[in-house]
């Protein structure tokens, strides 16, 4: 009775979160100390909504918009020196949470460069949440996006704040 | 004497000497005028090391979100491209 009333206790949060577009990113301590470069990234509504009033210059503006209506953002970027210096199962355990209310929208396999995957979690006609995987030998970003989320805008905000614009002409498969 | 009567002698009430009511009074008001500036700068030094704990934080989180942004931004607009450029 008691198994069974802590294995409740611990699903009900998960299952909680998986509702709200929330996912448990299980990253261990000992790769961002492996890594060469690490950014973990946590903003959860409150935070993020402050963080947000301070955004002043025209770039900002935009996403000062897309970002009032979230409840979170979440970033674990990782680049190392060698290749396969992290675990696979991280990725495993991220799409293992991601149940029947995610679809996924893309898949990107490339031989030179990384493969993405972008999840979403549809809700009527906007997106509740956002899951990109992004994954090659010597980088490993995850991001989780809670709340609405307009992808046309969020890429275009690609080449703003010094994102380099990515090049065309390479080969995929 | 015994105890009793010797207990009601040291009880009893009597008047305080004069004066002693404005000596009180001016003691409290000198210590009031000592503490008031100490009590008063402990709070501006209080202030001002939240305040900039505050923007501290806030450039922080600021700086955080900005670096969030830009990674998901690269991500989503790399996919876009990458499954552009496969349909043509």
């Known amino acids: 009775m008691r198994r069974i009333l802590i294995a409740f206790l611990l699903i009900i949060p998960s299952a909680a979160w998986a ?5 448990r990113v299980a990253i261990p301590d000992s790769l961002a100390a492996t890594a060469s470069e690490s950014v973990d990234v946590t903003l959860d509504g ?6 947000a009033r301070f955004l002043s210059d025209d770039a900002d503006r935009e996403v000062q ?4 209506k979230l409840d979170g ?3 674990h970027s990782y680049e190392f020196d060698r290749d396969d210096a992290y675990d696979r199962s991280i990725l495993a355990g991220v799409r ?7 679809q996924r929208i893309v898949t990107v396999k490339s031989k030179t460069r990384e493969n993405v995957e972008i999840y979403t979690m549809p809700n009527g006609k906007t997106i509740a949440g956002l899951v990109i995987l992004a994954a090659e030998p010597r980088e490993l970003t995850i991001v989780n996006i809670v709340g609405p989320v307009d992808l046309d805008k969020l890429a275009s905000l690609e080449g703003q704040f010094g994102i380099p614009r990515v090049m065309k002409g390479d080969h995929h498969e | 004497m015994n105890i009793e009567s010797e207990l009601k002698a040291l009880l009893q009430r009597r008047e305080p000497p004069p004066g002693f009511a404005d000596r009180v009074l001016a003691r409290l008001e000198a210590r009031h005028r000592r503490i008031l500036p100490r009590a008063l700068a402990a709070a ?4 001002v090391i939240l305040g900039g704990w505050g923007v501290g934080e806030t450039l922080h989180a600021r700086n955080e979100l900005r670096l969030a942004m830009r990674i998901t931004a690269a991500k989503v607009a790399q996919a876009q491209q990458q499954v552009r450029s496969v349909s043509r």
């Open chain 1, 19 to 23: 509702q709200s577009g929330r996912i």
């Open chain 1, 46 to 51: 409150a935070m993020l909504r402050f963080a």
């Open chain 1, 65 to 68: 918009d897309m970002v009032r």
């Open chain 1, 73 to 75: 953002i979440y970033v």
């Open chain 1, 96 to 102: 293992a949470q991601l149940g029947p209310a995610w």
């Open chain 2, 44 to 47: 501006a030094l209080v202030l």
